[in-house]
């Protein structure tokens, strides 16, 4: 009989260290696939991400709001040229110079006009290029998540301890593998906030920018273009927060194979990260412009 409940007790234990390897495995590969997935996004410029979308966008700027720019253009021309001919006595006194400064400007207009967006995507190619290296870096982190956890070490951590101490653990588990999903919900929700909100940002392009042609509304496309460059760089910091994430990871899962260790301290120190990451990653994009001085 002894031996009956012995055999029933190694079988139970045995399960119970396999359920909890498989949680953990799945835990783990949750947290990775979320970094893989979110650097991706937070790599791709506003035509990468989605193609159609940004041609529904291009397609509005270049059709609706191109016409209203180009409006704004020629009612700054003639108040520009109104201006010329009263400061310098109706017109009676002729000075070349102001004139070739006029028909500079309405060329520079009609520039701007009809290269909106490849004005804009420029700052999205300026930080891309920065993101490349730390891109590899990031790809590291994530492919070292995916690996770091040993079956046999697994074994060996839990090996010793008691049916009790393994049921806690894997309902622990089980409520922190609920949890997760929900945190990659909230870190989805803000990589795609992002790339919406530079979409949108996007849409308006030629309005601000055609003012950069006028000293008295010059400010409005100077904001616009820093408004540009933090979406292009929230990309960046989004990627460091994802790094920083995946190697603090990593010393958590090194915490768990460690001889004094506590498991379920440290798992619940990877629900802990996940939360600090989706918070980072909403505040990436006010750091942003705080950094661009956008408002």
Same mark, same amino acid.
């Given at each position: 009989?002894?031996?009956?409940?012995?055999?029933?007790?190694?079988?139970?234990?045995?399960?119970?260290v396999d359920f909890?390897?498989?949680?953990?495995?799945?835990?783990?590969?949750?947290?990775?696939?979320?970094?893989?997935?979110?650097?991706?996004?937070?790599?791709?410029?506003?035509?990468?991400?989605?193609?159609?979308?940004?041609?529904?966008?291009?397609?509005?700027?270049?059709?609706?709001?191109? #016409?209203?720019?180009? %409006?704004? $253009?020629?009612?700054? &021309? +003639? *108040?520009?040229? =109104?201006?010329? !001919?009263?400061?310098?006595?109706d017109g009676i006194?002729?000075?070349?110079?102001?004139?070739?400064?006029?028909?500079?400007?309405?060329?520079?207009?009609?520039?701007?006009?009809?290269?909106?967006?490849?004005?804009?995507?420029?700052?999205?190619?300026?930080?891309?290029?920065?993101?490349?290296?730390?891109?590899?870096?990031?790809?590291?982190?994530?492919?070292?998540?995916?690996?770091?956890?040993?079956?046999?070490?697994?074994?060996?951590?839990?090996?010793?301890?008691?049916? #009790?101490?393994?049921? %806690?653990? $894997?309902?622990?588990? &089980? +409520? *922190?593998?609920? =949890?997760?999903? !929900?945190?990659?919900?909230?870190?989805?929700?803000?990589?795609?906030?992002?790339?919406?909100?530079?979409?949108?940002?996007?849409?308006?392009?030629?309005?601000?920018?055609?003012?950069?042609?006028?000293?008295?509304?010059?400010?409005?496309?100077?904001?616009?273009?820093?408004?540009?460059?933090?979406?292009?760089?929230?990309?960046?910091?989004?990627?460091?927060?994802?790094?920083?994430?995946?190697?603090?990871?990593?010393?958590?899962?090194?915490?768990?194979?460690?001889?004094? #260790?506590?498991?379920?301290?440290? $798992?619940?120190?990877?629900?802990?990260?996940?939360?600090?990451?989706?918070?980072?990653?909403?505040?990436?994009?006010?750091?942003?412009?705080?950094?661009?001085?956008?408002?």
């Open positions: 009989m002894s031996n009956m409940t012995e055999q029933i007790n190694e079988w139970v234990h045995a399960t119970l909890i390897g498989n949680q953990l495995f799945r835990i783990v590969g949750g947290a990775a696939d979320g970094v893989e997935w979110a650097a991706g996004y937070a790599l791709q410029a506003p035509h990468e991400w989605n193609p159609e979308i940004f041609t529904t966008i291009y397609t509005i700027g270049t059709t609706i709001l191109r #016409g209203v720019a180009g %409006s704004i $253009l020629a009612l700054i &021309l +003639i *108040i520009d040229f =109104i201006q010329m !001919i009263t400061a310098k006595n006194e002729f000075d070349v110079a102001i004139y070739l400064k006029w028909i500079v400007k309405a060329f520079v207009g009609l520039f701007i006009i009809n290269n909106t967006y490849g004005i804009v995507l420029a700052g999205f190619d300026l930080s891309s290029q920065a993101m490349g290296d730390l891109a590899n870096l990031v790809s590291g982190s994530y492919d070292d998540l995916s690996t770091m956890i040993n079956p046999y070490e697994l074994i060996a951590v839990f090996e010793e301890q008691s049916i #009790g101490q393994l049921l %806690s653990l $894997l309902i622990q588990l &089980l +409520i *922190i593998s609920m =949890i997760m999903p !929900i945190l990659n919900v909230v870190i989805r929700i803000a990589v795609y906030g992002r790339l919406f909100e530079t979409l949108i940002a996007m849409s308006l392009a030629p309005i601000p920018l055609i003012t950069l042609v006028s000293a008295e509304h010059r400010a409005m496309g100077m904001n616009y273009i820093k408004v540009i460059l933090a979406y292009a760089f929230q990309g960046f910091l989004m990627m460091v927060a994802l790094a920083i994430y995946s190697s603090l990871i990593g010393n958590i899962i090194t915490g768990i194979f460690a001889a004094d #260790g506590d498991p379920a301290t440290n $798992l619940w120190g990877i629900v802990m990260l996940s939360v600090l990451l989706g918070f980072a990653l909403f505040k990436v994009g006010s750091i942003s412009k705080s950094v661009f001085g956008a408002s």
